[in-house]
């Protein structure tokens, strides 16, 4: 059985193809989800980082826990601490022996923000409260679960309905400045390949570490410029100008997958949702 705990967007489109061949089970906080974990073919239930008696529930008998629960835009501490903390305390009573793979985010490298490269043995750098949070996170993991935590550490998500590139395109029509400056670095990964990557690592155990980015980072300027012509729209404007490169480039050495789409140019030239 594997379990993904906070079957959000990308839970959706990776359910359909691991019942192919497993039973899953998908959790949700909120009652109206539930509809949308079955249709995608798993067994639908509410379990919450809060609630013990839910959570033993869900986690009965799992082989494999994908841990993806999104965050309230002020519930790090809540979901990455004491979440966490119950979560793992439940899941040693429930399944001593299940997996887990924790999703977190590229921003653990938040205090390289120069232009470095990074891969998957550079030295999480965390400088936001969010990166803190993450990254002790992966460190609460690894001390409890240790060859059975894996952690995934994706870029910025991207697909036609989401990502940063609706707020682009609605900046765009409107002829409003976009935020930050245009030398900023953006890593991405389509939601497709981030969905392959997942699957390689229920399948691998030995991946205990993957970064999530497509190799090709790009400045606000190039991705949101490509995306403008490719839409129609006028060049993106920004807030701030600068000419010094920021952010960091993630740059994965052994991404266990082919991406389908290696780059956000290539992804724009496909038939891509």
């Not at 691991?18 to 906080?29: A, I, M, N, P, Q």
């Not at 949308?36 to 839910?54: V, Y």
Request: charged fraction near 20%.
């Amino acid at each position: 059985m594997i379990a993904i705990l906070g079957a959000g967007h990308i839970a959706l489109r990776l359910i359909p193809k691991l019942c192919k061949t497993h039973e899953v089970r998908g959790s949700t906080r909120n009652p109206e989800r539930l509809t949308h974990i079955r249709n995608a073919g798993a067994q639908a239930m509410i379990a919450d980082l809060g609630d013990r008696q839910s959570l033993a529930a869900f986690l009965s008998g799992v082989n494999v826990v994908v841990f993806s629960v999104a965050p309230r835009r002020t519930g790090y501490a809540e979901v990455y601490g004491a979440g966490l903390s119950l979560f793992l305390d439940v899941l040693t009573e429930q399944s001593p022996k299940a997996r887990v793979i924790l999703i977190t985010s590229t921003a653990v490298y938040d205090g390289l923000n120069l232009g470095e490269l990074v891969h998957e043995n550079t030295p999480a750098k965390p400088q936001s409260e969010r990166s803190e949070w993450l990254h002790k996170a992966e460190r609460a993991l690894r001390g409890a679960l240790a060859y059975r935590a894996q952690i995934l550490r994706l870029a910025g998500l991207y697909s036609k309905s989401r990502g940063p590139f609706n707020y682009v395109a609605n900046s765009l029509k409107e002829q409003t400045p976009l935020r930050d400056n245009g030398s900023k670095l953006l890593n991405l990964i389509h939601e497709d390949d981030a969905v392959s990557v997942l699957l390689e690592m229920i399948h691998r155990p030995e991946l205990q570490l993957v970064l999530g980015a497509d190799g090709n980072a790009l400045t606000r300027a190039q991705a949101y410029g490509l995306f403008a012509r490719s839409e129609g729209y006028p060049e993106p404007r920004f807030q701030r100008a600068s000419a010094a490169l920021s952010g960091r480039d993630c740059r994965p050495k052994q991404l266990p997958i082919s991406l389908r789409f290696p780059s956000f140019g290539e992804a724009l030239e496909q038939e891509w949702d």
